[in-house]
Nanobody, 114 residues
């Protein structure tokens, strides 16, 4: 099982980035994104279940949008109106709805700075 994340980078405040994560080796997944800022614990950003139910952290509601493509087993995170406090390593997460095993991607760095 592998989760391959991409799309991080440096962006100015108010800008946008799109993260993508492709899962291989397993299907029927709840998927999501978490992030970890320097010196802080990893926190939930957004999740989307295999059935399409979505949950967002309060801090990103109205700015971020999570989506998935079940045909490609991918999950995306569109991040708009980025703030410096969104700076973190973003991790793709997936959980099999069959086995309940949790998988993590390698992380992709998002830096919001002028």
């Amino acid at each position: 099982v592998q989760l391959q994340a991409s799309g991080g980078g440096l962006v100015q405040p108010g800008g946008s980035l799109r993260l993508s994560c492709a899962a291989s080796g397993v299907v029927f997944l709840d998927m999501g994104w978490y992030r970890q800022a320097p010196g802080k614990q990893r926190e939930l950003v957004a999740t989307i279940t295999a059935g399409g139910n979505i949950n967002y952290a309060d801090s990103v509601k109205g700015r971020f949008a999570i989506s998935r493509d079940n045909t490609k087993n991918t999950v995306n995170l569109q991040m708009n109106s980025l703030k410096p406090e969104d700076t973190a390593v973003y991790y793709c997460n997936a959980r099999s709805i069959i086995t309940r095993v949790v998988y993590w991607g390698q992380g992709t760095l998002v830096t919001v700075s002028s």
